[in-house]
Nanobody, 123 residues
Framework: QVQLAESGGGSVQAGGSLRLSCAAS????????MGWFRQAPGQEREAVAV???????SYGDSVKGRFTISQDTAENTVYLQMNSLKPEDTAMYYC?????????????????WGQGTQVTVSS
C-alpha cells in the first residue's frame, strides 16, 4: 500500500503561481512513477504531469510550458510547480502512484490516489 498526501493548493489570480507537494509513504518502492491529475466539476479527469523515478517526465498538452513536475526521491515527495495559471486550471488536483512499471498519462494505470487539493484561479 502507498499513502499519498497532497498539499499546497489554494486560490490565486490569473497569471500567478502555486506549488503543490505530494508526500508518499508506505510501500513506495512498489511504484516507479508518480503523477498529478486534475478534475473540474462536470469534467473528466485530466492528466497534468507524471514523472518516473529516473527523472523522465511527461505533461498534458494544456500545461506544457507552464507547469513543471519534479521529485525528491530521498523524501518520497513529488512537486508540481504551476506558473502562468489560468482560470481553466481551476480543479481538484490529485497525486497518484502508478500500479506497474510504466509511466504514462492514463489515469487508469494509477492504483493509489491522494485525497486531492483544490486549486482555484480567478480572472
Amino acid at each position: 500500500q502507498v499513502q499519498l498526501a497532497e498539499s499546497g493548493g489554494g486560490s490565486v489570480q490569473a497569471g500567478g503561481s502555486l506549488r503543490l507537494s505530494c508526500a508518499a509513504s508506505g510501500s513506495t518502492y512498489s511504484s516507479v512513477c508518480m503523477g498529478w491529475f486534475r478534475q473540474a466539476p462536470g469534467q473528466e479527469r485530466e492528466a497534468v504531469a507524471v514523472i518516473h523515478r529516473d527523472g523522465s517526465a511527461s505533461y498534458g498538452d494544456s500545461v506544457k510550458g507552464r507547469f513543471t513536475i519534479s521529485q525528491d526521491t530521498a523524501e518520497n515527495t513529488v512537486y508540481l510547480q504551476m506558473n502562468s495559471l489560468k482560470p481553466e486550471d481551476t480543479a481538484m488536483y490529485y497525486c497518484a502512484a502508478h500500479s506497474g512499471w510504466g509511466c504514462d498519462l492514463d489515469s487508469d494505470d494509477y492504483k493509489y490516489w491522494g485525497q486531492g487539493t483544490q486549486v482555484t484561479v480567478s480572472s
